[in-house]
T-cell receptor, first 117, second 114 residues
Framework: AQKITQTQPGMFVQEKEAVTLDCTYD???????LFWYKQPSSGEMIFLIY??????QNATEGRYSLNFQKARKSANLVISASQLGDSAMYFC??????????????FGQGTRLTINP | ETGVTQSPTHLIKTRGQQVTLRCSSQ?????VSWYQQALGQGPQFIFQ???????GRGNFPPRFSGLQFPNYSSELNVNALELDDSALYLC?????????????FGPGTRLTVL
């Protein structure tokens, strides 16, 4: 069964510093997608970045990059030059490429990131 | 803004009642998934609809049911509400059902069961 583990319940970072949020996953499938979402206190889940299991390059989206280490089954999110608006819950999630049935998102427990001025 | 909308924003019900939550998917998206997020937890998958058919379900009892309409909007119905049903309910739409398709979430409906 697919599983996502986020080991950092909370992170505190100074504004303008880079931060790495950890994510490890477990799956027996060869085809899967890894996603990071940001959830501010308002509740909406905001998509940040996607990495496919067959992608050879690490994904990047603006200040966000995903450090994908397939052999170690890790997909860490790196935020460069953090801003006060980055304070939120961050969730790592995975979708397996099943042949039948819904290819659902499975989420980790999340990491609460706080950016200090 | 993702273009995914949900209504209502907040809802208070009593135990035993029934509730209907609504979701409008992003333009061009034919797949809608519903998730339940309890306080302090990650979202849990309830079910997914693809072109008006349920194509997968998570570990939720049958009193959780849904519909998808021809315009791909969707409803989540919960019968016989229990206290543990209090949660944020998130709807997500995607271009299709494959694992490579990003799911875009709406703002959620916060349900409180008293």
């Amino acid at each position: 069964a697919q599983k996502i583990t986020q080991t950092q319940p909370g992170m505190f970072v100074q504004e303008k510093e880079a931060v790495t949020l950890d994510c490890t996953y477990d799956t027996s499938d060869q085809s899967y997608g890894l996603f990071w979402y940001k959830q501010p206190s308002s509740g909406e889940m905001i998509f940040l970045i996607y990495q496919g299991s067959y992608d050879e390059q690490n994904a990047t989206e603006g200040r966000y990059s995903l450090n994908f280490q397939k052999a170690r089954k890790s997909a860490n999110l790196v935020i460069s030059a953090s801003q006060l608006g980055d304070s939120a819950m961050y969730f790592c999630a995975m979708r397996e490429g099943k042949v039948q049935g819904a290819q659902k998102l499975v989420f980790g427990q999340g990491t609460r990131l706080t950016i200090n001025p | 803004e993702t273009g995914v909308t949900q209504s209502p924003t907040h809802l208070i019900k009593t135990r035993g009642q029934q509730v209907t939550l609504r979701c409008s998917s992003q333009s061009g998206h034919n797949t809608v998934s519903w998730y339940q997020q309890a306080l302090g937890q990650g979202p849990q998958f309830i079910f997914q609809y693809y072109r008006e058919e349920e194509n997968g379900r998570g570990n939720f009892p049958p009193r959780f049911s849904g519909l998808q309409f021809p315009n791909y909007s969707s409803e989540l119905n919960v019968n016989a509400l229990e206290l543990d049903d209090s949660a944020l309910y998130l709807c997500a739409s995607s271009l299709a059902w494959q694992y490579t398709d990003t799911q875009y979430f709406g703002p959620g409906t916060r349900l409180t069961v008293l």
